[in-house]
């Protein structure tokens, strides 16, 4: 103060501040703003008159009134000189959160003008306690505010940051000076003046009021908050190019409204900045925008949404939270889908090979078209085969109908389909051609040398979509062979020479054909054969395989040699007739007859899968079955059957006449179904057949008819082994140019009857009447003396109708009348109901010319039997 200006009276001051209920500090005058007082107990004992009159007579003073509980709730809000630039924004803000009687009430109650130009308002806090001294709005010091002091400090930490308060609280525990505080009481000398209503009009607003109207103060600071990984993305470097992310083109095109549509609504703006309250309408301003217009940023002051309160969100950080729940890699991904963002350039995967070449055995073989070339030399030719296809398996689901696709557009090669699912056919160690039913790792495998597939991934320093090589995954190549169908060619057999097609044409392309669904898959090189036959060429394909290779086996009989040669057709003729073939029995009379060299013409033909023979029926099913699923030879030995064995089996029986053989594959637990289009051929010295098998094979027998067999020399063609090696090639082009040569002419049939092998039992008759071959089925009489079941019943049955006639006889008087004929099993005759048994399983059924007959015995109820003879004897009918 100057001497001009009057001296307060302190003590009357003092009065009306306890009057009004408040607790009041003595200051002291050396600029300091200190208590000139111990004043820790005054923050919860109100200070007495008879202190203020001891504190404030005669002696130089400020005022200050302690806040809180102890002055009776209060709190005062001060503002800094440079915040009553913000007065009428915050004013304005107030009104536009319903708070603008409240803040009227507040700005017009007790004010005091501050010496260096600040506001101070005081408010009694009702339904609540005073926090504690706070500050709510705070600012950078610009540099010509620095103090020496801070000056040096940031000489030592350049990074520290000078701050100035705009708008702070002094409330619990806290005190501020008043009027008529003066002089050297404040380092500028000058005074602390009322500019508005006195102790006595202090206004009391609800807690909650006060505690918005802090949050409205709040609002107003600016000082830079860094913004957390959960609001804003971290800064990534620029893209290639100029490119842009879909989060940068979305903050710079977005607007707030549209993002905070349903949380947020608009209240008021000044300004660049936007005052917020909650979308229901429900209180005041809850948030700002745009007060940094450099760096426009979402800033919620409350609690009570998704936001969290007091940091800054970037306009991608918002949208990430409320549509992605703040994941910043799905919310780019969603705006790009609705075109923010540059897209740049893709980087595709290396390029595979525009093409490679194949012998064929491909499913995108042209049709069938043979070729032309005189002679039988000749090699395959070499095709080419279009490059990999690529595909996308990002998504799995469209990975499963991409590889799918790519099987229906033919685009797989070498994949095929049957019984049990996809499929491949390979050649194994010993050159034989395998059926491999895929499997998960399989169809994997395949796909990873036949598909050039990736995932697209976004590189996420350069936005750049990159295609990585990527194999599909194990569940989905379950999930393909899980399904019951597939797009693929079905795969009906594989075939190992030229075969002839239902309609007379040759099969003769290497690899799958589409007309017949078979795979050719040749044991020899192929020859290339003339489009025609002619004579010559004939007779030299009969030279080879009737005047060398067959000349000398020791033959029983022709029918031997023509049964022999039906076999060795009849894998070319396989695929132009339907129904099974019957079981080709090759036996001798001792060991090197030439039984090996017959199956080795097989081999070098056709390859055959050889195999043992089982030790009982539950194996020899076994092994049926691995034979037509895995295997896919054209001819199954069951090789070295023991000398004199009796080939009897029912498996064996089934086999021979079924057209599709079921079962179910070793470590599977399904059943597949094969077609039965192998031939069957049995190997062994002396062999003999019983029960139903007899009817189901044909006999090539061999008989050198001298001690050692196997010393045997002067052959036409030498050593058959070595022979067949080098001429493997010529003697199949021989034999399909036997069968050509037939088709040719018409493909002539001859008649005959074999059961269920009539269809093919008459086309290798024509066939071998077309060649001059002499014997087919010839041998049927013969043959029935290689049944022993059949001979055994013929003797015995004629022995009982020539002993007892017509009668009918138990089966016990039969034993005892003919105990040296009646069937034994092993060295016992049998019993009296055993008979009985067999006889029941054999009636009506003709052994030679002989049949049993049942007769039941009403009267003494029990079954008599008898024998009846056929016709044939010359009776003219049955003789009873």
């Given at each position: 103060m100057t001497d001009a200006q009057p001296t307060p009276d302190l003590r009357a001051s003092a009065r009306e501040l306890h009057d009004a209920g408040l607790c009041v500090l003595p200051i002291k005058t050396d600029g300091t703003k200190r208590p000139a007082v111990s004043w820790l107990q005054y923050k919860v004992k109100r200070?007495?008159?008879?202190?203020?009159?001891?504190?404030?007579?005669?002696?130089?003073?400020?005022?200050?009134?302690?806040?809180?509980?102890?002055?009776?709730?209060?709190?005062?809000?001060?503002?800094?000189?440079?915040?009553?630039?913000?007065?009428?924004?915050?004013?304005?803000?107030?009104?536009?959160?319903?708070?603008?009687?409240?803040?009227?009430?507040?700005?017009?109650?007790?004010?005091?003008?501050?010496?260096?130009?600040?506001?101070?308002?005081?408010?009694?806090?009702?339904?609540?306690?005073?926090?504690?001294?706070?500050?709510?709005?705070?600012?950078?010091?610009?540099?010509?505010?620095?103090?020496?002091?801070?000056?040096?400090?940031?000489?030592?930490?350049?990074?520290?940051?000078?701050?100035?308060?705009?708008?702070?609280?002094?409330?619990?525990?806290?005190?501020?000076?008043?009027?008529?505080?003066?002089?050297?009481?404040?380092?500028?000398?000058?005074?602390?003046?009322?500019?508005?209503?006195?102790?006595?009009?202090?206004?009391?607003?609800?807690?909650?009021?006060?505690?918005?109207?802090?949050?409205?103060?709040?609002?107003?600071?600016?000082?830079?908050?860094?913004?957390?990984?959960?609001?804003?993305?971290?800064?990534?470097?620029?893209?290639?190019?100029?490119?842009?992310?879909?989060?940068?083109?979305?903050?710079?095109?977005?607007?707030?409204?549209?993002?905070?549509?349903?949380?947020?609504?608009?209240?008021?703006?000044?300004?660049?900045?936007?005052?917020?309250?909650?979308?229901?309408?429900?209180?005041?301003?809850?948030?700002?925008?745009?007060?940094?217009?450099?760096?426009?940023?979402?800033?919620?002051?409350?609690?009570?949404?998704?936001?969290?309160?007091?940091?800054?969100?970037?306009?991608?950080?918002?949208?990430?939270?409320?549509?992605h729940n703040g994941n910043f890699k799905a919310a780019a991904a969603a705006l790009r889908r609705e075109g923010y963002g540059t897209e740049p350039p893709r980087r595709r995967l290396s390029s595979v090979p525009t093409q490679h070449f194949a012998d064929g055995s491909s499913a995108l073989d042209p049709e069938h078209a043979p070729d032309s070339h005189e002679g039988f030399e000749g090699g395959p030719q070499l095709r080419s085969v279009p490059a990999r296809p690529?595909?996308?398996?990002?998504?799995?689901?469209?990975?499963?109908?991409?590889?799918?696709?790519?099987?229906?557009?033919?685009?797989?090669?070498?994949?095929?389909?049957?019984?049990?699912?996809?499929?491949?056919?390979?050649?194994?160690?010993?050159?034989?051609?395998?059926?491999?039913?895929?499997?998960?790792?399989?169809?994997?495998?395949?796909?990873?040398d036949h598909v050039a597939s990736f995932t697209v991934k976004r590189n996420p320093l350069t936005e750049q979509l990159e295609e990585e090589r990527e194999l599909l995954m194990p569940k989905s190549c379950s999930t393909i062979l899980g399904r019951k169908t597939w797009p693929l060619p079905i795969l009906r057999g594989v075939v190992t020479s030229p075969v002839v097609r239902r309609d007379g044409t040759l099969l003769d392309s290497l690899g799958y054909d589409r007309a017949t669904g078979l795979f050719l898959e040749p044991r020899v090189p192929l020859r290339r054969l003339a489009p025609q036959v002619t004579h010559e060429s004939l007779d030299r394909a009969k030279g080879i395989v009737l005047d060398q290779v067959l000349a000398d086996f020791p033959w029983v009989a022709a029918s031997d040699r023509a049964h022999f040669l039906g076999a060795l057709l009849t894998p070319i003729l396989r695929p132009h007739f339907d129904g099974p073939t019957p079981m080709f029995v090759l036996t001798a009379t001792a060991a090197g007859s030439g039984k090996s060299l017959l199956k080795d013409i097989f081999r070098h033909c056709y390859g055959i899968a050889d195999t043992a023979w089982p030790e009982n029926d539950t194996e020899l099913r076994k092994s049926i079955t691995t034979q037509l699923y895995g295997t896919g030879q054209p001819v199954v030995v069951l090789d070295n059957l023991p000398n004199g064995y009796v080939i009897k089996s029912p498996v064996l029986s089934a086999l021979l006449t079924s057209e599709v053989w079921g079962d179910r594959v070793l470590g599977a637990t399904s059943k597949v179904t094969m077609p039965n289009d192998r031939l069957w051929i049995v190997t062994g010295n002396a062999l003999r057949t019983g029960g139903d098998n007899g009817r189901r094979v044909l006999w090539v027998r061999l008989d050198p008819d001298c001690p050692d067999p196997d010393q045997r020399d002067n052959f036409t063609v030498g050593d058959l082994r070595p022979w067949l090696r080098h001429n493997a090639s010529t003697l199949v082009a021989a034999l399909v140019t036997l069968v050509r040569a037939w088709v040719a002419a018409g493909a002539p049939q001859v008649r005959v009857r074999k059961g269920d092998y009539s269809e093919w039992a008459s086309l290798i008759a024509g066939l071998l009447d077309f060649l001059g071959v002499e014997g087919w089925l010839a041998d049927r009489a013969d043959a029935r003396d290689q049944d022993d079941e059949l001979l055994e019943w013929s003797a015995f049955l004629e022995m009982w109708r020539e002993s007892y006639g017509g009668e009918p006889l138990t089966t016990g008087a039969v034993i005892q009348g003919l105990p040296n004929h009646v069937p034994r099993k092993g060295d016992e005759p049998p019993s009296a109901n055993q008979l009985g048994i067999w006889l029941k399983a054999r009636q009506g059924r003709y052994f030679g010319t002989h049949k049993v007959v049942m007769v039941v015995d009403s009267h003494r109820k029990q079954n008599l039997w008898r024998v009846e003879v056929h016709a044939d004897r010359g009776t003219g009918g049955h003789e009873s």
């Open positions: 200070s007495t008159p008879a202190e203020h009159d001891a504190w404030f007579t005669g002696k130089p003073r400020g005022l200050a009134v302690v806040y809180g509980a102890v002055s009776g709730n209060v709190e005062m809000i001060e503002f800094e000189g440079r915040a009553l630039e913000l007065l009428d924004e915050v004013t304005e803000v107030m009104n536009a959160s319903g708070l603008g009687d409240a803040w009227a009430a507040l700005m017009n109650g007790w004010v005091t003008e501050s010496p260096s130009g600040g506001l101070h308002c005081r408010v009694r806090i009702e339904g609540g306690d005073v926090p504690g001294s706070t500050k709510l709005a705070s600012r950078l010091a610009e540099e010509h505010e620095y103090t020496e002091e801070e000056r040096q400090r940031l000489r030592e930490k350049p990074n520290s940051r000078i701050v100035r308060v705009l708008i702070e609280t002094r409330g619990e525990g806290g005190y501020g000076l008043v009027e008529p505080s003066g002089g050297s009481v404040h380092a500028s000398g000058r005074p602390y003046l009322r500019t508005a209503g006195s102790p006595a009009t202090i206004p009391t607003l609800p807690a909650d009021i006060v505690d918005a109207i802090r949050t409205v103060c709040r609002m107003f600071d600016t000082l830079p908050v860094p913004e957390t990984p959960k609001t804003a993305p971290k800064p990534q470097a620029p893209l290639p190019d100029g490119g842009v992310r879909p989060g940068q083109d979305f903050e710079a095109r977005a607007d707030w409204a549209d993002i905070l549509r349903g949380v947020l609504r608009p209240l008021t703006s000044r300004g660049h900045t936007t005052y917020w309250g909650w979308a229901d309408g429900v209180g005041g301003v809850k948030a700002t925008t745009g007060r940094d217009p450099q760096k426009d940023r979402l800033w919620v002051f409350a609690t009570g949404s998704e936001f969290q309160a007091d940091v800054p969100y970037s306009k991608f950080g918002a949208y990430a939270l409320l549509e690529e595909l996308d398996i990002t998504n799995e689901a469209d990975a499963i109908d991409g590889v799918l696709q790519l099987m229906k557009d033919g685009r797989l090669p070498d994949l095929y389909t049957r019984s049990g699912g996809p499929c491949w056919v390979y050649r194994d160690d010993n050159d034989d051609p395998i059926v491999q039913q895929l499997g998960t790792d399989n169809l994997r495998a395949y796909l990873a």
